[in-house]
T-cell receptor
Framework: AQKITQTQPGMFVQEKEAVTLDCTYD???????LFWYKQPSSGEMIFLIY??????QNATEGRYSLNFQKARKSANLVISASQLGDSAMYFC???????????FGTGTQLKVEL | DAGITQSPRYKITETGRQVTLMCHQT?????MFWYRQDLGHGLRLIYY???????DKGEVPDGYVVSRSKTENFPLTLESATRSQTSVYFC?????????????FGSGTRLTVV
């Protein structure tokens, strides 16, 4: 069975600084997908970025990048130039074996300060 | 608007009552999912469906029933609500073979069982 671990319950970052949110995963499958979602205080789940296990390049979407280290089984989210609107809960998630069931970590609460 | 619509947004029900949460999507995505979100657990999969008339259990299915007679609808029924089912419920969908577009989530239903 797959598992996602997010070890940072909460983090603070100064506005305009970069921040890295940690995510490690555990699976025996060679084919898997890694996702990051943002959940602001309003509650909706917003898709940020996706990385496939066979993708050779790290995924990037605007200010978001996924630092994919396959050997270490880590998929950290990097947010560059943090903004106040980035304050939210962030979830790492994965699918495995070509399936479509998303397994989530417990999340990291990010607070961006002036 | 196109997307996933969940109803109701908020619901209070009494222990022992049956309650149905509705989920409707307009994209004709093949896969649909029900998750519950609780503090400290992230999102956990209750049930999912690969297509109309095909459903399967997720991580925490006990006490829930689903059906999918039409591709666009995926209702979740609590047969006899218990206080432990107080949670925020999210419906999600994804088209098979398109993980890079991410899973799309509804706005959630906050259910309180008293």
């Amino acid at each position: 069975a797959q598992k996602i671990t997010q070890t940072q319950p909460g983090m603070f970052v100064q506005e305009k600084e970069a921040v890295t949110l940690d995510c490690t995963y555990d699976t025996s499958d060679q084919s898997y997908g890694l996702f990051w979602y943002k959940q602001p205080s309003s509650g909706e789940m917003i898709f940020l970025i996706y990385q496939g296990s066979y993708d050779e390049q790290n995924a990037t979407e605007g200010r978001y990048s996924l630092n994919f280290q396959k050997a270490r089984k880590s998929a950290n989210l990097v947010i560059s130039a943090s903004q106040l609107g980035d304050s939210a809960m962030y979830f790492c998630a994965m699918t495995t074996g070509g399936g479509n069931k998303l397994t989530f970590g417990t999340g990291t609460q990010l607070k961006v300060e002036l | 608007d196109a997307g996933i619509t969940q109803s109701p947004r908020y619901k209070i029900t009494e222990t022992g009552r049956q309650v149905t949460l509705m989920c409707h999507q307009t994209w004709s995505h093949s896969y649909m999912f029900w998750y519950r979100q609780d503090l400290g657990h992230g999102l956990r999969l209750i049930y999912y469906s690969a297509a109309a008339d095909i459903t399967d259990k997720g991580e925490v299915p006990d006490g829930y029933v689903v059906s999918r007679s039409k591709t666009e609808n995926f209702p979740l029924t609590l047969e006899s609500a218990t206080r432990s089912q107080t949670s925020v419920y999210f419906c999600a969908s994804i088209q098979w073979g398109a993980p890079n577009y991410g899973y799309t989530f509804g706005s959630g239903t906050r259910l309180t069982v008293v």
